[in-house]
C-alpha cells in the first residue's frame, strides 16, 4: 500500500516563499508521475504541477515562473518550491502519487498554506 506524507506548509507573507515535500513510500513500482493539487475554500481542486519520472513537467499558468517541482527519484519525493507567493496562493495542497500498475493512485492528506497581504 502506497504511503504519501507532505510537508512544509505554513503562513507566510505575500511575496514570501515556502517549500513543500512529499515523500513516497510502501510500493515497489515505477513513480511514474508525481504531482501537486491544491483546493481553496469554495473551489475545486486544481493541478499546480506535475512531475513525471522522465522528468517533464507541467505547471498551471498562474504559477508558471514562480513555483518549480522537482524530484528525487532515488527518494521518491517530490519537492515544491513557491517564490513570490499571493494570497490567491492560499490553500491546502495535496501530493498526487501515480505509481505503475497494480498499484493505485495515492493522495497524501495535504498541507495548509497561507498568504496573508
Known amino acids: 500500500q502506497v504511503r504519501v506524507v507532505e510537508s512544509g506548509g505554513g503562513l507566510v507573507q505575500a511575496g514570501g516563499s515556502l517549500r513543500l515535500s512529499c515523500a513516497a513510500s510502501g510500493t515497489r513500482r515505477t513513480i511514474n508521475a508525481m504531482g501537486w493539487y491544491r483546493q481553496a475554500p469554495g473551489k475545486q481542486r486544481e493541478l499546480v504541477a506535475v512531475m513525471t519520472a522522465g522528468g517533464s513537467t507541467s505547471y498551471t499558468d498562474s504559477v508558471k515562473g514562480r513555483f518549480t517541482i522537482s524530484r528525487d527519484n532515488a527518494k521518491n519525493t517530490v519537492y515544491l518550491q513557491m517564490n513570490s507567493l499571493k494570497p490567491d496562493d492560499t490553500a491546502v495542497y495535496y501530493c498526487?502519487?501515480?505509481?505503475?500498475?497494480?498499484?493505485?493512485?495515492?493522495w497524501g492528506q495535504g498541507t495548509q498554506v497561507t498568504v496573508s497581504s
Open positions: 498526487l502519487v501515480t505509481p505503475a500498475y497494480p498499484d493505485l493512485p495515492t
